[in-house]
């Protein structure tokens, strides 16, 4: 039996134990066969999915990359937390040692993740937010369109941030649908409510958190029993750590409380996590991790024993403490979902998969935050667990965000109805039939900024950076194998071979995700666009 770390929510949720009980008489594992209600026994479930999304978790920031073999693999030295959680499902499925965040920004990032799709394509070339036009493409296929339609019972836990804000609500920030009194208000500046209808994509179980306030998250949801009774577009303020309440709901959800889902269907569920995600202050943080683990008496100064790598400025990272806290927190309510499933029986057959929308900088370059091409930018965790379906190990593979949808869907046996719109590459065969599966894994992956365009295959970042003048302000490789702090910036004609086939994948890819930069052969002096 598999034992997850986890803190109480409340004893309804979870009691402290040695052993699991058994689940609920109404509750149905991947495994047993159903009755419908002409008596046919129906085929065992579908596998599970379940998607945990952390906002602004950098790839490192896991305890199992200190140990063997993930140490061996990782680009510098990883970061000191705390993550027992997280450690085993990495341990217990495969991990991705080359994943990275495409379009290393919060909305960007969400709408591929999402679709399998590339900026051009989802609509989202930018974080959404008050004055922009940026908002998913209402026509755009997402994950939970695809698994609905394939019998899925929908859900999504946490933070959207893929709609454009939108003055409809009144001063209280309860949706009227309207900019007519006493509508005519913004809820938030960035991220807004996703109200019923084509932009929340077939997710029958819908429980929004909004706001980067971790104590006082501003709820809403399709569940009155979630919300005090609340309607469907009203604000419910639960004041409490978000993480948490979002646990103690999927907990609920899971356990079939007020039959919000039908028990004969497998579930494709996402849990957007908002922290570690900023504020980074002792307002926002989980200050009872901080001081379990990170607090003065074992880390008296931000040092180098606490901000590792060695390209961070200790100054700039001085709250490394609250962001490592509220890391090993979202830990711990993953700890809860997991021994929630492991109790009810179906965690063996619940494809999980764990990653990030973007890194954090945490000081290095002497920066703070994402939107940049350095690998603590860049880098994420991926990790997919599925003990019924794969075997643990380790894949070198180029992984990045769009490949998360086909891949789940293959996974699930859904191959055949991945959409043709669907950018994004399915590893699904490598995960199950690692020596037999044909498909030519990825040889680079594609990076973009509003401002910038480059390729990341392991060995090599390359970065072309556009200036105010629209001519090249900046091009440059990082040699991530001999420089894993990316300490020097390479010119091109420095390493003019290397640069070279780094620029023929460039254009190649810019070609296939239709990005701008193609359409308008954008710097075609170094950039070798192909002719057909």
């Known amino acids: 039996m598999k034992k997850y770390l986890t803190i109480p929510l409340t004893a309804l949720v979870l009691v402290a134990c040695s052993s699991y009980v058994n689940i609920q008489s109404n509750k149905t594992t991947a495994t047993e066969k159903v009755v419908d209600k002409n008596n046919v026994v129906a085929q065992p479930k579908k596998p599970n999915i379940l998607i945990i999304f952390p906002d602004q978790l950098r790839r490192y920031s896991a305890g199992f990359w200190s140990e063997t073999p993930y140490r061996q693999e990782a680009i510098g030295k990883p970061d000191p937390v705390i993550t027992p959680n997280i450690d085993r499902l990495a341990k217990e499925g495969v991990v991705f040692t080359r994943c990275i965040a495409n379009f290393p920004l919060c909305s960007p990032s969400r709408g591929m993740m999402l679709t399998g799709m590339y900026p051009e394509q989802t609509g989202i070339w930018n974080n959404c937010l008050v004055g922009r036009n940026e908002s998913l493409k209402n026509d755009a ?3 939970t369109d695809v698994f609905y339609e394939a019998g899925y019972n929908t859900a999504y ?22 900019t007519d009194a006493p509508g005519g208000n913004y809820m938030n500046k960035y991220d807004t409510y996703v109200p019923p209808g084509t932009s929340r994509h077939s997710i029958q179980y819908f429980y929004q958190s909004v706001k980067d306030e971790h104590f006082n998250p501003h709820v809403y949801s399709s569940d009155p029993y979630a919300i005090d009774g609340k309607k469907d577009g009203e604000m419910y303020l639960p004041k409490i750590f978000s993480p948490k309440n979002e646990a103690d709901k999927i907990v609920k959800y899971l356990q ?26 002792d307002a926002n943080t989980d200050m009872d991790m901080e001081r379990k683990y990170y607090d003065k008496d074992k880390y008296p100064t931000i040092d180098s024993n606490l901000v590792v790598r060695k390209n961070a400025d200790l100054k700039v990272a001085n709250y490394a403490r609250n962001y490592f806290a509220n890391v090993s927190s979202i830990d711990q309510y993953i700890g809860v979902v997991l021994k929630e499933l492991d109790k009810m029986g179906v965690l063996d057959n619940t494809i999980v998969l764990f990653s990030s929308d973007h890194g954090e900088l945490l000081g290095s370059h002497h920066l703070t935050g994402k939107n940049h091409v350095e690998t603590e930018s860049l880098a994420v965790p991926m990790i997919i667990h599925w003990p019924k379906g794969i075997k643990s190990g380790i894949n070198k593979s180029i992984f990045s965000t769009p490949d998360i949808m086909p891949t789940l869907m293959g996974l699930a046996g859904l191959t055949n109805q991945i959409p043709s719109t669907v950018q994004g590459v399915n590893f699904s065969s490598h995960l199950t039939n690692p020596k037999t599966a044909t498909l030519k894994t990825p040889e680079a992956a594609l990076i973009m900024l509003s401002n910038s365009r480059g390729v990341y295959n392991g060995r090599y970042t390359l970065s072309i950076k556009e200036g105010e003048t629209k001519q090249i302000d900046e091009a440059f490789l990082y040699d991530n194998l001999k420089d894993p702090y990316q300490l020097i910036k390479i010119k091109l004609e420095d390493r003019a071979t290397d640069a070279k086939q780094l620029l023929i994948q460039l254009g190649k890819l810019l070609k296939e995700k239709n990005d701008p930069w193609y359409q308008k052969k954008k710097f075609k002096e170094i950039i070798p666009y192909p002719s057909n």
Do not use: E, Q
């Not at 939108?166 to 949706?175: E, Q, S, T």
């Not at 079939?256 to 202050?281: E, L, Q, Y």
């Open 141 to 143: 296929k997402t994950i």
């Open 157 to 178: 836990f946490g933070k959207c941030h893929w709609l454009k804000p939108v003055p409809v609500f009144d001063k209280n920030g309860n949706y009227m649908g309207t």
């Open 256 to 281: 079939n409380t007020n039959s919000v889902r039908d028990v004969n269907k497998p579930f494709c569920m996402i849990w957007a996590i908002n922290p570690p995600h900023s504020p980074f202050d």
